[in-house]
């Protein structure tokens, strides 16, 4: 934790060289600094990277950079990985350092930040998820989807997960395009996984893998659903498998499609031609149940779920205002693996953070966080944890745009930056990566790839990425 203050002599030392700096040159360097290396402190680097005068640390709890990106984005989906090209530019770039295993918070206060930094930007996602409050959501094989992402795209918080799959039918709950991610996972040929950048332990628990149905619970109707039409269209075509829905739940729906908004219109149009067709005769199911509330999780002896209750809703209203009926109607599904997809959450890092902690984001305004002059916040923990990368990125611009706007206010005093947060971290024992040791990890895991035929081959654990340094 927390302890250790830089010496007395130390500061003098840095003051001094401060001075001198100030004195040689007219222009004070202004220094951000960045906490997380997902897209949203990405996108906000680059942005401020415009402005010659500024320079960035970007301090990211994990050894390796590009959060979500790495750990998030589903193994089949590479060319959204693509994105880390410019990432990397923005990385390289000489105004840039990138500086891992730094937990803010932990290893280093906001506070120390806030002391060396003219601004501080928290873009540090949502690192948790939300949980359905329901009797039996403890139960063995019951995980967030969250977990499951982060067991199959290796990240060292997940690898150690117990996921059982040996079981004939898995419930996925929620209707976003995360549950989407984990069903394809669930239903997909191993042929079209093996030369992705998924683990290899998850490869071959997949391989050994039982589960031949994955249903998709919502608790609204086909026409609030958040998946969108891309990636539910890629879940209709997986090879082996069928999507249905029950046409029943699509009452009053055809007659309204054509006047519905143009996105809208085509996913529900989709979901309605898939379920008139009621496919039959592929081996694997996907099976997208509507009006279902989650009410209660049953277990065996052992503890492991054997099936999921819902409570069968009802929607009345218009597509502009829909509202939900509760019923008494049960639905019982016999399952042995529920994945809960039902959002991310961010988290408080630091008690002085103002947050709002119903919609759990940092409370500000465009970016500027309520009350803090020189404290920003970018991404899923000033948002909310939704959007993709583009929005993240145009969230992003939005606040590099703030900072811009009172950095020449901010800026009117040299300051230390990494010079001292560095000694810190130094002092209190925390190894550091830079981008350099990610590039040499990056080749490494390339290498390793290529003999499987895989794009890389993902080092999971945090002591043999920390080998390195
Ligand atoms: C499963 C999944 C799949 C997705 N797939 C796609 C897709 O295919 N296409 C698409 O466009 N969008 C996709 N998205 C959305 C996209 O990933 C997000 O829009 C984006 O990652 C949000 O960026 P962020 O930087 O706010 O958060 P993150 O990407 O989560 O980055 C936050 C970073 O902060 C770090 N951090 C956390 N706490 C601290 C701390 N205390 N100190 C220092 N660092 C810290 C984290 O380790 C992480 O690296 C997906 C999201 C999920 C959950
Ligand atoms: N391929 C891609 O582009 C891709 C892949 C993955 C993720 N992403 C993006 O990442 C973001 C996050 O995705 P996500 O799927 O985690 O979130 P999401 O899109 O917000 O979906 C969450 C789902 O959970 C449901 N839900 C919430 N609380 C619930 C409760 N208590 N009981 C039952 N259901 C509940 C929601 O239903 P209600 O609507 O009824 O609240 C919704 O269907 C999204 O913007 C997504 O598009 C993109």
Not at 160 to 185: C, S
Not at 382 to 391: A, L, R, W
Request: with cysteine; proline share 4%.
């Amino acid at each position: 934790m927390i302890s250790s203050k830089p010496t007395k002599l130390f500061m003098l030392a840095l003051q001094g060289a401060q001075s001198f700096r100030s004195y040689t040159s007219n222009a004070i360097r202004k220094k951000i600094c960045i906490v997380g290396s997902g897209p949203a402190g990405f996108y906000t680097a680059q942005y401020l990277l415009k402005n010659k005068s500024i320079e960035i640390d970007i301090f990211e709890r994990l050894p390796v950079p590009f959060g979500l990106i790495r750990y998030g984005v589903a193994p089949d989906h590479p060319e959204i990985k693509v994105v880390t090209n410019s990432f990397t530019k923005v990385a390289q770039n000489e105004r840039c350092n990138f500086y891992g295993n730094v937990t803010v918070g932990k290893d280093v206060k906001l506070s120390e930040l806030q002391d060396n930094y003219h601004a501080v930007v928290l873009a540090y996602g949502a690192s948790q998820d939300r949980t359905l409050q329901i009797p039996g959501e403890e139960s063995k094989n019951v995980l967030s989807a969250r977990s499951f992402v982060g067991w199959y795209n290796g990240h060292p918080d997940h690898v150690n997960e117990q996921i059982l799959l040996d079981t004939d039918t898995a419930v996925v709950i929620g209707h976003g395009n995360v549950a989407l991610d984990v069903a394809r996972i669930l239903l997909q040929r191993l042929d079209n996984l093996k030369t992705t950048d998924i683990t290899e332990y998850a490869y071959e628990a997949l391989k050994k893998s039982q589960v031949q149905k994955v249903v998709l619970i919502g608790r609204r109707g086909p026409l609030q659903v958040s998946f969108t039409i891309k990636e539910l269209r890629e879940l209709i075509k997986l090879s082996g498998c069928v999507t249905k829905m029950n046409v029943t739940d699509f009452k009053g729906i055809p007659e309204i499609i054509s006047s519905l908004p143009r996105p809208k219109k085509r996913i529900t149009q989709l979901m309605y031609d898939t379920a008139s067709k009621n496919e039959t005769g592929s081996s694997k199911t996907c099976e997208i149940k509507f009006l279902r509330r989650p009410n209660c999780i049953l277990s065996d002896d052992q503890g492991r779920v054997t099936s999921l209750i819902c409570k069968i809703n009802k929607m009345e209203g218009t597509f502009e205002n829909p509202q939900i009926l509760q019923t008494e109607e049960e639905d019982v599904i016999k399952c042995g693996l529920v994945l809960r997809s039902v959002g991310y959450k961010s988290v408080l890092i630091e008690p002085d953070i103002p947050f709002d902690k119903t919609k759990h984001i940092i409370l500000n305004d465009g970016g500027r966080v309520e009350g803090k002059e020189n404290l920003f916040c970018s991404g899923w923990v000033k948002t909310g944890p939704t959007g993709v990368i583009v929005s993240t990125m145009s969230g992003s611009y939005e606040t590099a745009e703030k900072i811009l706007a009172d950095i020449d206010k901010l800026a009117s005093k040299p300051l230390a930056g990494n010079e001292i947060i560095l000694e810190l971290l130094k002092q209190r024992g925390v190894k550091v990566t830079t981008f350099n040791h990610w590039m040499e990890m990056d080749k490494l895991e390339q290498e390793r790839g290529k003999a499987l035929g895989k794009p890389r081959v993902k080092i999971c654990d945090i002591d043999e990425m920390l080998e390195i340094v």
